[in-house]
């Protein structure tokens, strides 16, 4: 089945080392995205890709990039993570085929900052 | 500011009776909504949507209703089913923009 993968499920880091989320996909989408979740909030767009055209919110803090090699791939680094950056990451990919296309969703990398 | 609001975190319904959950927006650029439905462990995933130039849309069990006027659209389950136990996410995009903007969520309860 066509999807997208995260890994991984779980991830634990220190305050301030840098750590690597993965996202991989099999659904040959132009568009993958970068939510972030905290506990009861709404998932908080940070960044996406549409093809190698990277396209940053404003409010998405410098501590957080992103690189897609290819299609299939695409990481968000986070260069020194904050206790405040513990939360749900997920990445979702999409068409680019108008305003009624769907994203579809990995099952995310829950992260935690000691 | 959060354009797009669920104000009730939470709804427990009977199995067999109708559950509905509303969403608010503040944004009128806004002009597709989605549902999406979540289960512990798993990502987000599409329930049914809506287009602004229609006031109902309904698949099977569930049925999306927007009022634009109003800014407000709910999704409606019946009959609500225990496997309905998740937490379900309002979703909102305007043309020209690819990225959803969500509610944060409503965590239904489907008791047997």
């Known amino acids: 089945d066509a999807m997208v993968i995260q890994n991984p499920r779980y991830q634990v880091t220190q305050f301030g080392k840098p750590v690597t989320l993965s996202c991989s996909q099999t659904?040959?989408?132009?568009?993958m995205y970068w939510y972030q979740q905290k506990s009861s909030q709404a998932p908080k767009l940070l960044f996406h890709?549409?093809?190698?055209?990277?396209?940053n919110e404003a409010d998405t803090p410098d501590n957080f990039q992103s690189r897609r090699p290819n299609t299939s791939f695409c990481f968000l680094d986070i260069r020194s993570p904050g206790l405040g950056d513990a939360a749900m990451y997920l990445c979702?990919?999409?068409?680019?085929?108008?305003?009624?296309?769907?994203?579809?969703f990995g099952s995310g990398t829950q992260l935690s900052v000691l | 500011d959060q354009q797009v609001k669920q104000n009730s975190p939470s709804l427990s319904v009977q199995e067999g009776r109708i559950s509905i959950l509303n969403c608010d927006y503040t944004?009128?650029?806004?002009?597709?909504f989605l549902w999406y439905k979540k289960y512990p462990a798993e990502g987000p995933t599409f329930l049914i949507s809506?287009?602004?130039?229609?006031d109902k849309n309904e698949d099977g069990r569930f049925t999306v209703f927007l009022n634009k006027s109003a800014k407000h659209l709910s999704l409606h389950i019946v009959p609500s089913q225990p496997g309905d136990s998740a937490v379900y996410f309002c979703?909102?995009?305007?043309?020209?923009?690819?990225?959803?903007?969500f509610g944060s969520g409503t965590r239904l309860q489907v008791q047997p």
């Open positions: 979703a909102a995009r305007f043309t020209g923009r690819r990225a959803l903007t």
């Open positions: 944004n009128s650029m806004f002009d597709y």
């Open positions: 979702a990919t999409s068409r680019d085929a108008g305003v009624s296309e769907k994203l579809f």
């Open positions: 659904l040959n989408h132009n568009v």
């Open positions: 809506i287009s602004s130039i229609k």
């Open positions: 890709y549409y093809d190698k055209d990277f396209n």
